[in-house]
């Protein structure tokens, strides 16, 4: 119990503890969160007829937001496997990253669709017993649950390993392994949930594909690992932590394959739809080349496949993917590119035209950007503050020393605490590997 | 309606814990979160006529078919007195239940039908829509003759006169499906078909996530983005739980069969007001009533039959 306490009071000390970089980047976020937290106020005040949004176009770019986020939360699994079922040690190193890229990821995930609701007063009628949840039937329903069961994973299982680290012992394998099964699974299902969300609608042709699914999974195995591979070079770059180069190789060609995937199966699409344009094809046919001078999506869209496009011709090509630079450009087209095809790309036409044919431009209010961009900081808020209290248990500088000297003195006399960690600081250096950059 | 009393044991001594949770710690909990304390503290100041007792009890306000009739006296309670406190109107709030032995058919005839719109005026007066969000129930489409593509359609004609040469007009709204998509869409199970075939929300219990209008095929949903202002001199105060009762803002709302005149045996607003008599209305289990006849005799057809959503709203032509 007490080492319980210690974890926490240890974890909190360690957030507060850093170098001038390291505060402007907090200071930095919270005013980020600060104005998006001004804007919703203003949103919970006048209602949501402050954003973009119409009975034509009712879901906008917090849904976009909310979809493109679940695909980043599923990508963590992509480093789940190769750690615990392939057994890579270099990887199993820098797992606990990917697990705090799902766990900021579902937390924003569940802020967008927070702050997308007409009534969030009333979030307690899906509770079990106190509200009605219409599940199986709805898949919204099965979102939520699939959603808040990902978080309960990917908090759970790095916590138990983390907190086994910090007490100096060696994580149990019968006690995380089917955790780690289930989560693998569940990586799986929250973003083939998320796909039935809108594939099950039969009032929107442009969603109701069966390709919608295996589409959704293939661009979160593109952004998703992209973002990991951007966050890990960006604490290689930081922190005392440092990542191996075969890592970010690995998630090079996991990125790789999976572009290629999205590429291949948008092609699919795109000969379904054009090959002998249909009525219900008219929602295609609005994102790429605009109807009747509607065509607020068009350079979006082109934009993204543009991006997508040179990302593939980057990563396909060895000799380019090997040069960090090239990559990292790479990773960033990806990222932007899925961002716009999966968001804005999949959620608008899928109301334009609305099912009784009426063509509506949306685009997103003030509010609706400074809010996104609030949740989208207090994700990275979520995602640094993780990673700075598990970076230094994972590295064997944050270890538990009974007595209460832990902190000032982590490596300590009390050797016994955390045998198998021999890279231990100096008793008078404090336990806050970030900011000494070389 | 399936008026559930709920019994309860659960509130009893055993599971104090519970109740706790339920009338303090989720209170403070949800008070907390989404800003609710400040719009409480006004409301403790202004303290006039159980404003506060009101804003608390609609928040804690049970599923309609869950509530007791005690309950559901209650909530009525609360929607007349802020009614009265908020538009200063007296409103009257019936939960008329479903008549036996009928269900609800509607059918148009396209051919009668010359666009004038008195049918989207009346329903506006009638079931109290926001003025100024303009909400409508119904929405009317100019189709060129020869085409029936609803992309070719549109939807806001405004010529001097109707009907125009070479035009056909049909009216859109909700068909009240007997497979509503919208009703498996709703997470929790705020919106319903009732044993009469009408599709109603519950206003106190939408979250308002909108996802029903994603479902809906037919674009028959409305969403009050905009607390719903009525001038108070054209508030309908005949009204229905279910039906044209105040609405708040950010919940979804639609047609529904005008439930606050059809349970008492009066026809929708919306036909009463076609000065063409294109819309027949009526008991599809009476085999002597109006709709029986047209589905009989007219060659009739309903629209996106494909997606197996069952409308109970057809379309006929002479």
């Known amino acids: ?438 | 309606m399936s008026m559930r009393p709920e019994t309860q044991p659960a509130e009893r001594s055993g599971w104090s814990r519970r109740s706790l949770l339920k009338r303090g710690g989720m209170l403070t909990f949800l008070a907390g979160l989404f800003g609710a304390v400040p719009a409480v503290a006004q409301k403790v100041a202004e303290a006039d006529d159980h404003a506060l007792s009101d804003a608390v009890g609609a928040l804690f306000q049970k599923h309609y078919q869950k509530m007791t009739p005690e309950e559901v006296q209650e909530a009525i309670a609360r929607i007349t007195r802020t009614a009265k406190r908020e538009q200063g109107v007296d409103i009257t709030v019936a939960t008329d239940p479903p008549l036996q032995g009928v269900i609800f058919g509607y059918a148009l005839n396209i051919s009668k039908c010359k666009g004038v719109r008195r049918c989207v005026e009346a329903c506006v007066a009638e079931n109290n829509q926001g003025r100024e969000s303009q909400i409508q129930y119904i929405r009317v489409l100019e189709l060129e003759k020869g085409d029936m593509n609803l992309n070719d359609a549109d939807h806001y004609f405004a010529p001097e006169l109707v009907p125009q040469p070479g035009k056909f007009y049909m009216p859109i709204q909700c068909l009240q499906c007997d497979n509503p998509p919208c009703v498996i869409a709703c997470p929790v199970q705020a919106t319903w078909k009732e044993p009469d075939g009408i599709v109603v929300v519950d206003y106190n219990w939408c979250i308002g996530c909108r996802y029903c209008m994603a479902a809906c095929p037919y674009w028959a949903r409305r969403f009050n983005f905009s607390q719903p202002k009525i001038p108070k001199e054209q508030v309908n105060t005949d009204t229905h739980y279910l039906g044209n009762r105040p609405r708040p803002r950010g919940v979804v709302e639609k047609c529904h069969f005008c439930i606050q005149r059809t349970r008492k045996g009066r026809l929708p607003a919306c036909l009463e007001a076609c000065p063409t008599g294109a819309r027949v209305f009526g008991n599809i289990l009476d085999p002597n009533s109006d709709i029986r006849y047209v589905l009989e005799n007219k060659t009739v057809f309903r629209l996106k039959e494909e997606l197996g959503t069952e409308p109970k709203f057809w379309y006929y032509t002479d």
């Open chain 1, 1 to 438: 119990m007490g080492s319980l306490v210690a974890f926490f009071a240890d974890g909190i000390k360690q957030v507060f503890r850093g170098d001038r970089l390291y505060w402007a980047w907090l200071v930095g976020l919270v005013a980020v969160i600060a104005n998006g937290a001004y804007y919703y106020g203003q949103q919970l005040q006048q209602g949501l007829i402050v954003t973009g949004l119409s009975d034509q176009v009712s879901w906008g770019v917090y849904i976009a937001n909310f979809t493109y986020l679940v695909g980043v939360a599923a990508a963590a699994v992509m480093l789940v496997i190769p750690a615990y079922i392939f057994d890579r040690e270099d990887i199993k190193h820098v797992v606990l990253i990917g697990e705090g890229v799902a766990v900021a990821a579902v937390t924003m995930t569940i802020l967008f669709v927070t702050v997308d609701l007409g009534r969030p007063d009333r979030i307690w009628h899906m509770l079990p017993l106190l509200g009605r949840f219409n599940f199986p039937q709805s898949m919204l329903a099965w979102d939520v649950l699939v959603l808040t069961g990902y978080l309960f994973l990917n908090l759970t299982i790095p916590f138990y390993m983390l907190f086994v680290k910090y007490r100096g012992g060696e994580p149990n394998f019968a006690v995380y392994f089917p955790g780690v099964l289930i989560s693998i699974f569940w990586a799986i299902s929250i973003h083939t949930v998320t796909a039935f969300l809108f594939s099950s609608n039969v009032a929107r042709p442009f969603w109701n594909t069966a390709i919608l699914g295996p589409r959704f999974l293939a661009s979160a195995f593109t952004s998703g690992p992209a973002l990991i591979v951007l966050a890990l070079q960006v604490i290689d770059r930081f922190t005392a932590f440092k990542v191996h180069r075969p890592v970010i190789d690995f998630m090079a060609l996991i990125i790789t394959v999976s572009l290629q995937i999205n590429l291949f199966l948008l092609g699919v699409e795109f000969f379904t739809e054009f090959y002998f344009p249909t009525e219900k094809g008219i929602a295609s046919h609005y994102l790429f080349f605009g109807v009747n001078g509607f065509n607020a999506l068009v350079p979006w869209i082109w934009t993204a496949f543009g991006f997508n496009v040179v990302a593939a011709f980057i990563l396909t090509i060895h000799p380019l993917r090997a040069r960090r630079a090239l990559l990292n450009v790479a990773c960033a087209l990806a990222i932007v590119g899925v961002w716009i095809e999966k968001g804005m790309g999949l959620i608008i036409p899928g109301f334009v035209p609305t099912p009784i044919g009426e063509m509506f431009n949306y685009s997103p209010s003030q509010v609706e950007v400074f809010v996104s961009l609030g949740i989208w900081a207090a994700g990275l808020l979520v995602f640094t503050i993780l990673t700075k209290i598990a970076l230094p248990i994972e590295l064997g500088t944050l270890v538990w020393v009974p007595g209460g000297t832990r902190s000032r003195y982590p490596g300590g006399p009390h050797g016994a605490a955390s045998p198998g960690h021999p890279q231990r600081p100096q008793p008078q250096q404090p336990a806050a590997p970030e900011g000494e950059r070389p």
